[in-house]
């Protein structure tokens, strides 16, 4: 073989040396072309099963969207909440599409991509109601769940709050004129009322605020930037809004996103 061949064999092969890893590496998956993303699977409206029997719902659309702009197959991986994050740590599955809050405690745990939906509490009342934002709760009667964080804002907006167990139990009060009020989570409240086509409406403000991620086992930087990426170009583009406001009447995405941490 000639000398110039063989120097260009070895240059070929030095060079397809250095970029292997990188390619092997793409964006951190555990499965090379498939983005297996963990949920729930009956969680309305994140997670659900459509009338067809496909998983459908929030995460569901949105994660595939991701998975589609980063040019992967999307896999979706059915497990039961309490073994999430277990399973993220275990290399079980590339990220947890849930709808799990970004916590600080959380964020020493996992990296989330940027926040991906915005919920919180929101006021319920019938489309007649005097009440337009929480100052108004002042000596009303107000619905939510017992012992939960909206109990409290109820009672600290002047409310005499009436618990329930379930926010189905409580909208349907509200319905039938039993309470003046419901606060829930406004992802919650938008997809009853629009799925029963319920004569109530959400007031403006919000009671409290989170944001929700998807979660990514810590030390997979370019997976995370992937998807950080994908969720970016969705929201500018107007895909985020179209698949969202589809099943809740509103787009949800974060204004501010809380960011991505190393």
């Known amino acids: 073989m000639p000398l110039k061949t063989i120097a260009f064999a070895l240059a070929t092969l030095s060079t397809l040396a250095f970029a292997a890893p990188a390619l092997a590496a793409g964006p951190e998956l555990l ?83 940027d926040g991906w939906l915005e919920s919180g509490g929101r006021i319920l009342t019938p489309k007649s109601s005097p009440i337009k934002s929480a100052e108004d709760l002042k000596g009303k009667t107000v619905g939510a769940l017992v012992s939960s964080t909206f109990s409290k804002i109820a009672e600290e907006k002047g409310a005499s709050v009436k618990g329930y167990k379930a926010d189905a139990d409580a909208i349907q009060d509200l319905v039938n004129g039993n309470v003046d009020a419901v606060i829930t989570d406004s992802i919650a409240g938008a997809w009853a009322i629009k799925e029963a086509k319920l004569p109530i409406v959400m007031t403006d403000d919000y009671v409290s605020r989170v944001q929700k991620g998807f979660a990514i086992k810590r030390g997979k930087p370019e997976l995370t930037a992937a998807i950080d990426k994908a969720l970016a170009e969705m929201v500018a583009d107007g895909t985020y809004a179209k698949l969202t406001s589809d099943l809740i009447g509103f787009d949800p995405a974060p204004k501010e996103p809380i960011r991505s941490q190393p």
């Open 31 to 113: 499965v090379p072309g498939k983005l297996q993303a963990a949920t729930e699977g009956t969680f309305s409206p994140f997670s659900m099963r459509a009338p067809d029997g496909t998983l459908d719902g929030l995460e569901i659309r949105v994660m595939k969207e991701v998975a589609r702009r980063m040019g992967v197959e999307y896999a979706p991986v059915l497990i039961k909440w309490d073994s999430l994050l277990i399973g993220l740590e275990a290399d079980q599955f590339d990220v947890i599409s849930a709808a799990m809050d970004i916590t600080p405690e959380r964020q020493k745990r996992v990296t989330f991509a």
